[in-house]
């Protein structure tokens, strides 16, 4: 079976691609099948856009300790690839890898860093797949060098914004100059699209409940401009639990 697929994988592009849907379906049953012919489900650089989506596919979904470092170098070498959509995808495969392998974290993180300082119309893709791999390893945060070398302002697609908030209000200690940046982003509260919104709410509440003496009189602008001018149904009555349960002391919120 293995010599079969690996022979249709070198068929035309809509050949391969059936190939490659049907040894996720294989690979239920016999994980390990293709795990020594990696090479001939490689992207090729005249591969069409859905094949190319597909084997990136493939590839993570078979990514073990000791294939790991092997389909890294694959994906720094995919992520130079012109179409941005592709790109995009390749870095979310990135941080993919980082959450099945945690052996290969760390050089995860700096292929990243690598990546978005050749190409920094992926810094939105990065900051969302630093945040995945932060969120289970904390001590990956490499939020600093990001703000550093490309500026916060530089990101402004939405998801991305929800992300780079998310790391504010959980690490803002320790990240330099983490405070004036989420400020900002409260300066301009009702410009920004209703998930950011929500986030900013979130990071801030969190920042209270770890300094509230610092930030009671931030956290009382974003309630009561949330409540007050927001349009929002879930965004007001979101802020209005938190405000009620706050009043409550900060020891019944924790």
Known sequence: ????????????????????????????????????????????????????????????????????????????????????????????????????????????????????????????????????????????????TLIVEHGADAVAEEDAKVSLIWMLGEFCDFIRDGKPIITRFIDELMSHEQPVQMAILSAVIKMFLRDPVEMEQTLNIVLDTLTTRSNDPDLRDRAYAYWRLLSKGVGVAK
């Open 1 to 144: 079976v293995n010599s079969a697929l690996v022979t249709l994988s070198r068929g035309d592009p809509e050949t391969q691609y059936v190939v490659c849907k049907n040894i996720h379906a294989i690979l239920v049953i016999f994980p390990n099948l293709i795990c020594n012919s990696l090479d001939s489900f490689y992207v090729r650089f005249t591969d069409p856009p859905y094949v190319k989506l597909e084997k990136l596919r493939l590839l993570l979904k078979l990514v073990t300790p000791s294939t790991a470092s092997q389909i890294l170098k694959e994906l720094e070498e995919y992520s130079s690839e012109v179409d941005l959509v592709f790109a995009e995808e390749v870095v979310k495969g990135i941080a993919t890898v980082a959450l099945k392998i945690e052996s290969v974290a760390p050089s995860c993180v700096e292929l990243l860093l690598r990546i978005v300082g050749r190409r920094s119309e992926l810094l939105p893709q990065v900051i969302t797949s630093c945040k995945n791999i932060v969120r289970k390893y904390p001590e990956q945060l490499v939020l600093d």
